[in-house]
Structures are given as C-alpha cells and as structure tokens.
C-alpha cells in the first residue's frame, strides 16, 4: 500500500513524502522533493560578480540575508578584500535581524500550532491564542525593521556591496531601534519561557526521534558564530574531529544525487557518514555564546537535553534559545559607537580568483563559492545550502518513526501528522534545498 | 467570509513573507476573510474550489507548476499574479538563456562537490522554460515586485474582495527618486562596487540604474542607500518590454561602453526580472537564437 | 525554384520621406512592392522593440528612413535613431539575425530618386541574404 502525504504544509517550499507500506512494514520511504529546480549554479554564470549578491538573494525568501552574507564573502574572497570592521557590524547586525524574523516565523507559525492547536494552523493560532500572536508579530517585525534599517529593504536588502556595506546608520534609526529592542527582548523572554514550559509539561521531547549523527557548525573560540569562524565537525559522542577553514570545505563535504530527488545529499568524505547542521548542531558545537541572558537559557537546555543531543524536537528548543541570542546580540551591537561609524567601504578592484563565502544561515551551514575571470565575471557557482545538509537524516528518522508508529497499530493519518511535525523541526528551507523533497505515502495495492 | 488562497509555483516564497509583512494587520485580515490555502500558515493540502481571489506566487517552472496553475484558475473567480516570477517569470528566467539539458548536466553531475552524479528522473515532474503564469492561464490583475511591498498585497486584496480593481502606480522609479532625474550624459560606465558620488543621479554618474524603465511604487529604496536600482518591479505600466525601454534610453551609453555585447551578462542588468517576458525569449520560443 | 519575395518593414518619418513615397507611389517610379511602410512622426519614434518585434513577426529586413541632419522637425529625433540603429546592429548577431537585415539613412523631402534606389538596393540586398532565419521553423 502507498500513501502519499502531498504537500507537507507549514514549512518554507513544496515538499511531500511517499512511503510504500507492505504487510504493515514501511518497505520504503522516499522524500521527493518536487519544488521546480530553478538552477541557480547555472544561470549565474557570465554575470558579474558584484550583482551576484542581489542575484542570490532570491534563492530564498527566508533566509535571504545569509545568502547575500555569503555571497558577498564569496566574492571578496576572490578579490582579497578585508571590509572595515565597522561594515562587519552593520552586517552582523543585518544578520541578527534575519534570525529574527526567520526564527520568530518558525517557531510561532510553523511549531506551535502543532501543539496548541493541532490541524487548525495559524489560523486555528490567531482565532485560540491572539495575545501569542500578537507577541510573535511584535518580535518578527523587529526584526524586519533592523533589515530595513540596515539593508535599506525589508526582504532582499541591497545595501551589501563587495568592500563593505553601502549605507551607513543614523543615530536616530539606532536610537529607536535600540529602545524598541529593549522591550522587543523582554517579550521574546516571555515567550521562550513559554515555549520550555510546554514543552516540559507536555513531555514533548519524548515524541521525537534520536538520531546519533555527526554534526557541522562554525565555531569562533569555542564561541557560538554565525558570520565568521571555522568550521567544525562533531561525532555522535560529542568529540571534535574536524575543524577546517570554509575554503577548504571540498575536500570535507561531497553530495550524493538521488534519481527520485531534485535534491542533492551531502556526506562527509572523510567517513561517507551523513551530518546535521543548524540550530542543534550549533548549540551542540559551541561552548557558550558569551552573552549572558542567552547564556542562562543555554545552560537550561542543557540540563534538559544534554550535550549533545540529538532528540530532533530538541532543535526547536535550541532554535528558542538562538531567538534570544539574536535580539540580545543586535542589542549588543546597536549600544557599540562603531555601529554608527562611515568608514564601511574600502575601494575594490576586481581580479582574477576563486572565493568561498560561509556563513551560518538560521538553517545551517551556507556555502557559496565563485570562480571568477579577471573582469570579475562569474565562470563557476559551486552551492551548498544549509537544509540539504539535513535531508539525508529526516529521510532516515521518517523510516524510522513511521516503522514504529506502524508496528504500534497507530492510524495512517495520526502518522501522517507525527511525520510532517518532525520534518517542522528541522525548519526546511525548501527553496534552498532544491537548488528539493516530496513525501509520498505510497499505499500499494496488493 | 470570503475566501483567499494563496498557491505557490517556482518561488523562494518571498512574496508570501511580503503578506505575512503585514504584521498586526495579518490578525484583523484572518478575522475577515477565510484564508483556505496557504503552504505556510494553514494545513490544508488541496486547492478548495469557489475561491474569491487567488494570489499566485511564483512562476511556471515544471509540468507540475502547469497543473497547479490550472486548477486554481478553474477554482477561483479572480486570479493575480503576485511578485514578479508570477508576473514575468522573475530573476530564474535568467535561465532560459542557457540550455536545459547542459544546465541541468552541470548541476546534478558537474558541481566540485558532486559525486556520482545522476539528473533525477524518477516521479519528478518535468521542468521546462520558465514562464510568466499568464503563458498558461488568463490572469485578472497584477501586483510585481521582488516582493512587492507588503501594503500593495494588501490594498489589492481589499479591494479585489469589495470587487473593484486595485489602483496600480502610472509613473517610474526615477520619478520617486530624489536623485534624479540625470541631467547629463555620463563619462564611463561604473560598477556598484565603486561608491558613488553624494546626492547625485546615479544614472547620471554611470551606473546601469534601471530606475527610468521600473514601475514605480517603492519610493527607489535602492538607490536611496546608494544602490541602483536593478528593476524588480518589472516594467512601467503599458511598457511591454522591460529591457528594450532602458536601451531605447540608454541606447548611447551602451554603444560608447559596451564593446561586446553579451546577453548572459547584459541580461543581468536589462532584464533581471523580466527576461521571460521579453521579446528575446519570444525570438529564443520561436527558435531563431541559438542556444549554448 | 520559387524566387523569394522578401517582406520588408520600412518605417518612415512623416514630415520627409513618407511624403516622397507617396509621391513615388502615385507617380510612375513607383516602389518595390516588399516594401511595407508604417508612417512615424519621426524616425527617433521607432524603438528596438519595435524593430525587434518585426523581425520577431517574420519581416526578412527592417528600413528607418529619416530626416536630413539638421532638418529634423524635433531637433535630433534622427541622429538619435542613426545611434540606435548602429547600436542596434552590433547586437542583432546575438539573437541569431544577420546585422545587415537592418539600415537607416536619412533623406530629404525632395528625393525621390534616392529614397527609391536606397529601397530598391535593400530590397536586393535581403533578396540575396534569404528569408528570416525564423520562417524556416517548423510550424511558421
């Protein structure tokens, strides 16, 4: 029997599962994913490096400020640029801003339906909690309002430019941001606490899955990083066995093609064994992250889940805690003089070269890497991005969990649900990924 | 209540987080209308028929795309095409002007990382040229943009659901831009790399800004931190070809700068949103331009 | 073997050349009958697109005629399509069209003979060159 669950809802991107069920056992699972491939590799190719940035913008509507992060770096990589370190701010300051709303949609619209009010969906959210809701939006569009500030639009901003950042910010911009901030934190504390307390009382860490896998992260001083760093890979124990400069991510990472998948699986060559990556396998990685508020909540998610965890619900969780960290981070950085300094662009001048730009989108790891002509035109795109790095993990979890729930004599549909909330907390960024996955529940007929 | 559906095509899903834009006013909005489609926020997997007004974000990209597309035509009284992949095949109509079955070579077989290489081929859907959605299907009414702002969305959702047709901007983005308009011709083309001169036109100063051949209704964002405006929007209203409005403009500078001119690279700054809407895929359609 | 009959659009200003071939239309000279004409309040009127489109549409060559330099009504409408035209050329071999299939010169309100030789020798020329590469699609 085949059952086909088409398409997973309340996730960024078009996704589905299949799962051909015979003699109640899962004989496969296949995660197709379907979103149209739009071949970003391809058509960036003979345009010029600078406008590559805009141009990579939209492989996401989500994430869109780590793309442009990663692109810009790619690019001033390949043209040995060092940006002042006032521009580093401006754009660590831009990617707080992301995470915010990025994390802040997840966890309010893509997660907490599925608790409070199962199969009702924001909707259901917006009519049974209001007041949540309102929170939430108050704390998401902070974070759309740090972008805008700073990147000049709301989504897809235009203001990152290889040698730094093209406009600088007013005092007045960061004064109101900052005061809006102060309250913007205090809420999202409100809610995170929210979010460990339903989860503690509805024992909710016990209806995901564990996954033993090694995990892929920037790390800077042991500190947790999503801008700079070096890359770092732990093993199921918990032991550091690799850290890396991002240049050199080819001879770390290879992917595998599916003919059922117009996503790509990334492995590790060192040992073919698949990664995770994101907000649990940062929260695994890092030691601390250096700010105290947030360091407070990291410390209670490790009582709770240990370190490292590998409970795939505990990746909402860690996702709550990075939520905090972006506001108390963006605070941090609106309080520092630099932040409204001029001096964030340094004269540019195209040459020949090979760039790679990593950056830690919400999701993951991003990889952007150019080759480009001594006109600084791009010859060669060469894309990881972060959901694909998870795909190869869901598959195997959603095999597993549905196996389980089967042999327990749970109905189709409560296990169709069960598995669209699991594939939610890894947060797929569909769009990225494809550069793709459908679950089908194959039902056969005999 | 009436109903609204919003059903997604080959998108990064911008357009729909350009809605969720609306922030508090989202709350009032679902007290009002019955939101009965949405992959991000509602859990409901098919396309219910009688659907009041359709926004489609995204543009056709596979045979899949093709289906869905007809079926929420058939299923709502008013159709829009919303952002600019919907409305004229977006930045991933860049790819039309490479080959298919080479693009997709390179991307499944040819990446540094990629190992094994297979192009999938099975229970996938077909992918074809990228396309507006109005190659397909009849389309009532647009909102472009790359997103479009979040209160356009909603404006003409309001006034789609009252049965009236959203007002749309008549005027350019050099027409909303303090800098311009360009009163000289410049001296040499420049590159967004190099930063520009203070309160000056950038047109004027030698970047490619597409500002005079860009529907307005954004205030210029772009150029107002110093960037030129790529043209995201699409064209201004009634112009039918993006790029050939800005060449009809520019056509000077580009003859004194361009020394060779290239389409997979001049195509990034003409028709960065609209080349699937434009008269070289017409040419490239009915097979007259060769394809590399 | 059939003798092409090339299909040619000519856009002609109306404040000069337009006026001349009407004269020659109703004189005896006459005009080559390939010749398609669309009147335009001045030759700087006529945009790549529309060029474009004509080709697009399956003309086999694309004529601009317009005013005498210095003559013209809107000051520099003309010079301003001589631009576009040789921009223009430079580009037609990247969508797959010989450059040739293009041309513009500029007369006065007085020649007829010229205005007819110009259109006579484009006609010629395409004659020579074949049809629109498109025509030999499948399903034209």
Not at chain 1, 111 to 134: F, H, N, R, S, T
Not at chain 1, 285 to 299: Q, R, S, V
Request: proline letters at 6%; one cysteine or more; a positive charge.
């Amino acid at each position: 029997m085949m059952v086909r669950i088409e398409p997973v809802t309340r996730i960024e991107g078009h996704m589905a599962i299949t799962l051909v069920i015979e003699k109640n056992r899962v004989k496969n699972l296949q995660v197709n994913i379907i979103e149209s491939p739009r071949l970003f590799e391809k058509f960036m190719e003979g345009k010029p490096a600078e406008e590559a940035i805009r141009i990579a913008e939209r492989i996401c509507g989500i994430c869109y400020v780590a793309h442009g992060l990663a692109s810009v770096k790619a690019v001033e990589n390949a043209w040995d640029i060092s940006p002042p370190e006032a521009a580093i701010k401006l754009r660590r300051l831009l990617h707080a801003g992301g995470y915010i709303h990025s994390h802040m949609l997840h966890l309010a619209f893509l997660v907490l339906p599925d608790i409070l009010c199962p199969g009702e969906g924001v909707v259901g959210l917006a009519k049974k909690y209001p007041q949540l809701c309102k929170k939430a939006i108050f704390i998401r569009k902070f974070g759309q309002e740090v972008t805008e500030a700073i990147g000049g639009r709301p989504i897809h901003p235009s203001s990152i430019v290889p040698g730094g950042m093209a406009k600088p910010l007013s005092a007045e911009t960061r004064e109101s941001l900052l005061k809006k901030g102060k309250e913007v934190l205090k809420t999202a504390i409100e809610l995170v606490d929210f979010i460990f307390d339903l989860y503690e009382k509805h024992e909710l860490l016990n209806m995901y899955p564990e996954d033993p896998t090694y995990y892929m992260g920037l790390v800077k001083n042991g500190f947790h990083e999503i801008y700079d760093g070096k890359l770092h890979v732990m093993n199921p124990k918990g032991e550091i066995v690799g850290i890396f400069n991002g240049s050199r991510y080819v001879d770390y990472v290879a992917e595998d093609t599916l003919p059922y998948s117009f996503v790509k699986h990334p492995y590790l060559r060192i040992n073919g064994e698949k990664y995770r990556v994101g907000t649990l396998a940062r929260i695994n990685l890092a030691e601390k992250f250096g700010i105290p508020i947030t360091d407070n909540y990291l410390a209670k998610l490790r009582s709770i889940v240990g370190r490292p965890s590998h409970n795939v619900g505990a990746y909402n969780l860690a996702r709550a805690v990075e939520l905090i960290a972006s506001i108390e981070k963006a605070l941090e950085l609106l309080e520092d003089d630099q932040i409204l300094s001029s001096d964030i662009r340094v004269q540019v001048k195209p040459k020949a070269g090979v760039g790679v730009g990593i950056v830690e989108a919400p999701r993951g790891v991003l990889i952007h890497h150019y080759e480009v002509n001594d006109e600084g035109i791009i010859r060669k795109v060469n894309l990881i991005v972060a959901t694909q790095q998870n795909i190869p993990s869901l598959e195997k979890e959603l095999f597993q969990v549905a196996n389980n729930l089967l042999s327990k004599g749970v109905e189709l549909t409560r296990i169709e649900q069960k598995l669209e909330t699991i594939v939610r907390a890894y947060d797929p960024c569909i769009s990225c990924a494809t550069h793709l996955v459908k679950l089908k529940i194959v039902k056969n007929k005999k | 209540m009436k109903k609204i559906a919003i059903i997604s095509l080959m998108s990064d899903g911008g357009c729909h987080i350009a809605f969720l834009d609306i922030h508090e006013e989202l709350l009032q909005l679902l007290n009002q209308v019955n939101l009965v489609h949405s992959y991000m926020t509602v859990d409901r997997k098919d396309i219910p028929s009688d659907i009041d007004v359709a926004l489609i974000e995204g543009g056709v990209r596979t045979s899949h795309d093709v289906e869905l597309l007809k079926e929420a035509r058939s299923k709502a009284k008013v159709l829009v095409a919303m952002g600019s992949c919907a409305c004229f095949g977006g930045i991933p109509g860049l790819s039309n002007l490479y080959d298919l079955t080479s693009s997709l070579n390179y991307v499944y077989k040819g990446t540094l990382t990629t190992v094994k290489g297979v192009i999938p081929h099975e229970n996938v859907p077909n992918v074809i040229r990228v396309a507006p959605i109005s190659r397909y299907v009849k389309v009532d009414f647009q909102i472009p943009g790359c997103p479009p702002e979040s209160r356009e969305i909603r404006d003409a959702l309001i006034s789609l659901l009252k049965g009236e047709i959203p007002p749309q901007p008549t005027k350019t983005v050099c027409d909303e831009c303090e800098l311009g308009p360009p009163r000289k011709k410049p001296k040499r083309l420049r590159r967004i790399y190099e930063p520009p001169e203070p309160n000056t036109c950038l047109l004027e100063q030698g970047y490619f800004c597409m500002g005079p051949a860009t529907r307005a209704g954004c205030g210029a964002k772009c150029p107002r931190v110093g960037i030129p405006c790529d043209g995201c929007r699409g064209p201004a209203p009634k112009a039918l070809d993006q790029g050939a409005s800005i060449l009809n403009a520019l056509i000077t500078l580009a003859y004194e700068n361009i020394k060779e001119f290239s389409l997979k690279r001049h195509s990034a700054y003409f028709y960065r949103y609209s080349f699937a809407s434009s008269i070289i895929e017409d040419l490239i359609r009915k097979g007259l331009v060769k394809k590399k | 073997m059939k003798k092409f009959k090339p299909t040619i659009v000519a856009f002609l200003c109306r404040w000069s050349a337009y006026g001349v071939a009407d004269i020659a239309g109703i004189s005896r000279t006459g005009y080559p009958s390939s010749i398609r004409i669309i009147k335009v309040p001045c030759s700087g009127r006529v945009s790549p697109l529309h060029i474009l489109q004509a080709f697009s549409n399956g003309a086999d060559g694309v004529l601009i005629f317009g005013c005498l330099e210095g003559g013209c009504h809107y000051i520099n409408g003309n010079l301003r399509a001589m631009n576009r035209v040789k921009q223009l050329k430079k580009m037609l071999n990247t969508v797959g069209l010989n450059s040739d299939r293009l041309e513009m010169h500029l007369v006065g309100s007085c020649n007829l003979n010229k205005l007819v030789n110009y259109m006579k020798e484009f006609t010629e020329k395409i004659r020579k060159l074949g049809p629109n590469p498109l025509k030999l699609k499948e399903g034209w």
